[in-house]
């Protein structure tokens, strides 16, 4: 009889052992596939801020654009070529609207937007302005980064 007591706690060991173990190998694998999850959390939030940048950017840029439309619509009463080139002429290299972060300017046939994105980073963007059916395009033609 005693020697079967013993026997049942030895077993008893055995199991709480191989319990601990098993339990153990379980937690390190679900730490191990937590990283992974907490990675890909990392890169999502990293593209959801990089999203909200550059759709801050996009405003800005179309805010500029609305601007450089009001502009032109006052100072051009009738769209026509002619008369488009004639006013690029006459403010080429001239600032149509200019404040500390945002700015429009003529250079020859195009239009230089520059508008500040982060902390002393500006973004220019350099466009040709053409005339298609009565209204005013844009067609892009680089975008340049610099310190300002």
Do not use: P, W
């Not at 990283?35 to 593209?47: A, D, G, V």
């Amino acid at each position: 009889m005693h020697s079967d007591i013993k026997f049942t706690h030895t077993k008893k060991g055995y199991i709480s052992v191989y319990t601990l173990v098993i339990s153990s190998i379980i937690f390190l694998i679900s730490i191990y596939m937590l990283s992974f999850r907490y990675e890909e959390y990392l890169y999502s939030l990293n593209s959801f801020k990089a999203l909200k940048k550059e759709s801050s950017i996009l405003d800005k840029k179309e805010d500029l654009k609305t601007k450089l439309d009001k502009i032109l619509k006052e100072e051009i009463k009738h769209i026509s070529e002619e008369e488009l080139k004639n006013f690029l002429k006459e403010n080429n290299g001239k600032s149509l609207l200019e404040n500390k972060d945002e700015n429009i300017l003529i250079s020859g046939e195009n239009i230089i937007f520059r508008y500040k994105i982060r902390n002393n980073v500006f973004r220019e963007d350099k466009s040709c302005i053409k005339i298609y059916n009565n209204k005013f395009i844009l067609i892009r033609q680089n975008n340049t980064y610099y310190n300002g």
